[in-house]
């Protein structure tokens, strides 16, 4: 029996795995001085991404600890980045806003997240898992490493609402 549950969820349901997006951005100001998840992603774009995407909350007992969300189109500023990738080809799922409830951090929560991720793209035959990270967050980066995933490149964004920072893109074959 699986310890935990995955559970899509739809645009009128986003609610509560949004406000882990806020907490997260919350501690990762309070723990490490980092603030590109404040202000949290927009409501209204997450509503868009559970329409277009797959949004997913993660439960332990009902409880709604975790969330993530997957699509089959890479983010348009990865166009920007040219042949990072280690096949341009590949089919590829895209992984956006993992994130575990700070209390909950270092249980192995995330761990499953990735583990479930990796089979959900063994199952629907996609080669590669792709995301990107915040360069400044290195004990994040040190996870996915850790976990399997290749760095393959490295780039500066600059936003309106986020300001600019390296951005480090991630990669694994499954």
Known sequence: M????INRVWPDEVEA????LRQCGEDMKERFGLTHWIPPYPLHLMRQSAQEKRVYAVLDKAQVIATLTLGT??????DQLGDIWESMQARALYL????????????GIGSWCLARIEQFASEEHYEAIRFDAYARHVKLLDFYQK???????TYVVSTPRRGEGE???FEKFV
């Open 147 to 153: 976990a399997g995933y290749h760095r393959r490149g």
């Open 96 to 107: 956006n806003r993992l994130a575990v409830l700070p209390h909950l951090q270092g249980q």
């Open 167 to 169: 951005i480090v893109c």
């Open 17 to 20: 795995v949004h406000d882990i």
């Open 2 to 5: 699986e310890r935990f549950e």
């Open 73 to 78: 189109q890479a983010p348009s500023y990865y």
